[in-house]
């Protein structure tokens, strides 16, 4: 019986794991077709977006709480790869292809005369890859080129996350391959719902069960546990359509400070750059020992964002004195909150 490399299912848990991390970046997480039959299909191997000529897998789809000015509403498709080697052009490419045929089901039933010929409601996909070995510079040129966000994971604050899932990867791999069992789809599905369980459980910090006996609980307790340690991670957008994962240092101590101070100024700067790709970290300027936020980027994606022209000709910021901005939207039970975190173009990098 063919089993699942470690590689690919350490790529679905840690999928999961961000899904669960980004929960309160304000993305309603979509697992069933029942919550949109017109757009989404369940098939064996999983959730499917229907496109122009073909059906599309979304393991990890989210849904954006609140519609953008002048745009449909937005859905984010996740992908995670844990990979030796560098993820390539070939992966990009097939998200920008199955982004482009989703966007374009948006046709009328031209055989059915008995409605009007006009546009069903849409929304628009937008998609994101992390990587856990980072990405080739064609990988990264043609997601720069195609509004793909990529997600560098090759830092020390994710390290936690990503061997913990390359570890569980190997562990549900050898387990796999002593059962009886037919379906790798099937078994990847059960993987997925016992770790988007047991999530859920620490949400919500009850003691209850489920009844869900398909995958041993120690097998999956590791994602689980380091997910949990690591609490939260926090979109932020800045020039352009990409979107940047941050992770803080604590993420209690940069919430408590940005109650108080939801606008406030901060240094943006980049602290290295290696293997095509570049660390940079957020401190706030008046307090410098407050919280400490950090993300990687695949360098060309980085050039585009954070030159300093770039900047300053997005957010339409010439006088001396503008400033530019990184906004992080974020929902939770109690409110929503706009953080806005500005800082000085001519700064970056210092």
Not at 85 to 90: E, F, L, Q, V
Not at 170 to 180: G, I, T
Not at 244 to 270: C, G, M, N, S, Y
Not at 333 to 341: F, G, P, S, T
């Amino acid at each position: 019986m063919p089993g699942i490399s470690p590689e690919a299912l350490a790529g679905y848990i840690l999928e999961e794991m961000l899904a669960y991390l980004l929960r309160n970046a304000g993305y309603r997480l979509i697992t069933d077709a029942s919550q949109d039959p017109r757009e989404l299909a369940n098939r064996h191997h999983g959730l499917v977006v229907r496109g122009r000529g073909a059906d599309h897998q979304a393991d990890v789809l989210g849904e954006l709480l609140w519609i953008p000015a002048f745009t449909f509403p937005l859905r984010l498709v996740l992908e995670a790869k844990c990979r030796k080697g560098k993820t390539d052009i070939a992966t990009v490419r097939g998200m920008v292809a199955a982004l482009l045929d989703i966007n374009q089901n948006n046709m009328p039933n031209r055989a059915d005369t008995s409605t009007p010929r006009i546009p069903r409601a849409k929304y628009t996909y937008v998609g994101a890859i992390f990587s856990a070995s980072g990405f080739s510079t064609p990988a990264a040129d043609f997601a720069l080129a195609h509004a793909v966000s990529l997600v560098d994971l090759r830092t020390d604050e994710f390290k936690s996350l990503v061997t913990t899932a390359q570890s569980s990867g190997v562990e549900l791999s050898r387990w796999y391959r002593r059962q009886d069992r037919r379906s790798a789809e099937g078994f990847v599905r059960a993987v997925r719902d016992a770790i988007r369980a047991s999530l859920e459980r620490r949400t919500r910090e009850t003691a209850e069960r489920t009844e869900d006996s398909a995958i041993p609980e120690n097998l999956v307790r590791p994602a689980v546990d380091s997910a949990a340690a690591t609490r939260e991670l926090f979109i932020g957008m800045a020039s352009g359509p990409y979107m940047l994962v941050l992770k803080a240092d604590d993420p209690r101590r940069f919430l408590q400070f940005a109650e108080r101070r939801q606008t406030h100024e901060v240094i943006l700067r980049r602290v290295s750059a290696s293997n095509e790709g570049e660390t940079w970290e957020v401190v706030p300027k008046s307090e410098g020992g407050a919280y400490r936020l950090a993300f990687r980027l695949p360098e060309p994606l980085a050039r585009w964002i954070f030159e300093a022209e770039n900047v300053r000709r997005a957010a339409g910021v010439a006088r001396q004195g503008d400033r530019s901005s990184l906004t992080i939207y974020r929902k939770d039970a109690r409110e929503d909150q706009l953080i806005r975190l500005t800082y000085d173009p001519r700064e970056l990098g210092a």
